[in-house]
């Protein structure tokens, strides 16, 4: 019913900046959570960044100061804007959003997008 579709991964120096989005498409009411994950290889899959669904953000304590996350709604789209970029940024990121559907909750994922710091 829903499928995501990120775009905007690529490869930066050191101390630049990239904006990654992930736009819905399908049938969406409410969201209950919608944020941005990384894997890395050889890690686990962490999450970096998110909405809660009363609309307070989270971030990992190694992006804060660094990352922002934010939507608009309009489009479906949620961005991440990532700052002052760093080597062990580098990593597949994720999007995800969860849904309510016939009284559970459903995980979508986006399908991941390259970022690459090179020092």
């Known amino acids: 019913q829903v499928q995501l579709v990120e775009s905007g991964g690529g490869l930066v120096q050191a101390g630049g900046s990239l904006r990654i989005s992930c736009t819905a498409s399908?049938?969406?009411?409410?969201?209950?959570?919608m944020g941005w994950y990384r894997q890395a290889p050889g890690n686990q899959r962490e999450l970096v960044a998110a909405?809660?669904?009363?609309?307070?953000?989270y971030y990992a304590d190694s992006v804060k100061g660094r990352f922002t996350i934010s939507r608009d709604t309009a489009k479906k789209t949620v961005y991440l804007q990532m700052n002052s970029l760093r080597p062990e940024d580098t990593a597949v990121y994720y999007c995800?959003?969860?849904?309510?559907?016939?009284?559970?909750?459903?995980?979508?994922w986006g399908q991941g997008t390259q970022v690459t710091v090179s020092s």
């Open positions: 995800k959003v969860v849904i309510p559907e016939g009284g559970s909750y459903k995980d979508y």
């Open positions: 399908g049938s969406i009411g409410s969201i209950n959570f």
């Open positions: 909405f809660s669904s009363g609309g307070a953000t």
